[in-house]
């Protein structure tokens, strides 16, 4: 049986970055990286939309999430100058386009993915796909891990087995047991960056519709808005603010209301005279034509009926409270959250591997000495627009050179 050095378990973004950050550190290890599914990055080839956005531009606190307060420390020593410098020692170019948001140059995560996969290559990384890692054991010093094939012993063990979101793609919970088999705690986990279900009954009319607004989500006492195309659909909204703004939730659709501004260009006021200009010249004098050249003319009807019209009222007699209930609608068109689409649904796991039992500049568990983890499992989730592969990037990289450092011989 081979004795491994390192044992990455999980061929995701954040275990091709360790094993070779691993590799690189030390090139005379054994490096092997378990990976349940028939092939390594499947959920890496898949990220935005196809083209993978890789970092953003603004890599800061204000984007992450976690129950550690001081959990951007574990940013410190590999963090967006570095992802540029090892993508494109690999290279990967890259283009910045709108939020800061980075892709790589030839727009295709696939080639992404080669470039690691190339690297994992060339640096002799082991690589063993369709291979599931059961059971973690530790002895003597060593860790036995026992996947559906085989055995394997080896000396450090990075668990880069990624989060519960997106099962088709390799989601799972393996990584958070194979953690708390050795005292890790984990927060409640809930799906992150993905479509809301609302009340369907003032947006039955819309469906299939997409159209560029501001959302603002309000929860309890907090709130913020995004701008974006939204999409209505048979369950609630999708669509980029609606992904991002669903961080907010935490999975759960208590005292959250959306509101919608569908033409956030226009100021209230603006709305109302506008409006007040075409009552006399509206086709047929209904209100059902109202908003012909100015709104989606399903959006439109939506907002008459909310406002407690009806499409065949006269248009020509709306008074100056109608106008208004009317402009209100258009402006802040409430909609009420009943629950988030789920893991199988979501881009990424809200919670995870509480942070503080690991240090902060090795990624190694406190708890058992050779153990380290990174990526998605832990508990750290950012915003949508780069900041979830950052931190792939980021705690891989870590983990994978500080479990090559670890190595005595
Ligand atoms: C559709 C989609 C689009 C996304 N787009 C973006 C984007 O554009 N930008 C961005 O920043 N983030 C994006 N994300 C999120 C990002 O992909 C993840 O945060 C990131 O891949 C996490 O990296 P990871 O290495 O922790 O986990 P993963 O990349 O999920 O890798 C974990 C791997 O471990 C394997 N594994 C699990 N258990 C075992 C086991 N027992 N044995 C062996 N192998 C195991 C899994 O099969 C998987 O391949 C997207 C996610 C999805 C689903």
Request: net charge neutral.
């Amino acid at each position: 049986m081979t004795v491994y050095d390192v044992c990455i378990i999980g061929g995701g973004a954040s275990g091709l970055i360790a094993a070779i950050s691993a590799k690189r550190t030390r090139p005379d290890l054994k490096v092997i990286v378990i990976e349940k599914n028939d092939r390594v990055g499947k959920k890496l080839i898949n990220t935005g939309n196809g083209r993978c956005n890789i970092t953003n531009a603004d890599i800061s606190a204000d984007h992450y999430y976690s129950s550690d307060n001081a959990f951007f420390d574990y940013f410190d020593g590999f963090s967006l100058n570095d992802t540029k410098d090892f993508f494109e020692s690999i290279g990967v170019l890259f283009k910045e386009e709108e939020k800061g948001k980075i892709y790589p140059y030839s727009l295709q995560a696939s080639s992404v993915l080669d470039a690691l996969r190339y690297e994992c290559e060339r640096l002799l990384v082991d690589i063993h796909c369709s291979e599931k890692v059961e059971k973690l054991d530790k002895s003597n010093d060593k860790f036995q891990v026992a996947t559906n094939l085989s055995s394997y012993t080896s000396q450090t063990v990075i668990i880069a087995a990624g989060g519960a979101a997106s099962d088709k793609l390799g989601g799972c919970r393996d990584g958070y047991n194979l953690l708390k088999q050795y005292g890790h705690t984990c927060t409640p986990l809930y799906p992150c960056i993905t479509a809301v279900k609302t009340e369907l009954n003032l947006i039955k009319a819309l469906k299939g519709i997409k159209t560029d607004a501001i959302l603002t989500l309000k929860v309890g006492n907090s709130r913020k808005s995004d701008f974006g195309e939204i999409l209505f659909t048979e369950y609630g909204i999708s669509g980029p603010p609606v992904l991002q703004l669903s961080q907010m939730l935490k999975g759960r659709a208590d005292n959250a209301l959306f509101s919608i501004d569908f033409m956030p260009e226009y100021d209230f006021e603006s709305i109302v005279s506008m409006i007040k200009k075409r009552l006399n010249s509206v086709y047929e004098d209904k209100l059902e034509n109202l908003f012909i050249g100015m709104l989606n003319k399903r959006i439109g009807q939506t907002i008459i009926k909310s406002a407690g019209l009806q499409l065949s009222d006269s248009a020509s007699n709306l008074n100056e409270k109608e106008i208004r209930g009317i402009v209100s609608k258009i402006k802040k068109f409430p909609l009420e959250v009943t629950g988030v689409r789920g893991f199988e649904y979501a881009q990424v796991t809200g919670g995870g591997i509480e942070l503080n039992r690991f240090n902060h500049e090795t990624m190694q568990s406190n708890l058992c000495k050779g153990l380290f983890a990174c990526g998605e499992v832990l508990d750290m989730t950012g915003d949508c627009g780069g900041f979830n592969l950052q931190w792939a990037w980021t705690s891989g990289y870590k983990a994978g050179l500080s479990a090559a450092r670890s190595i005595k011989r």
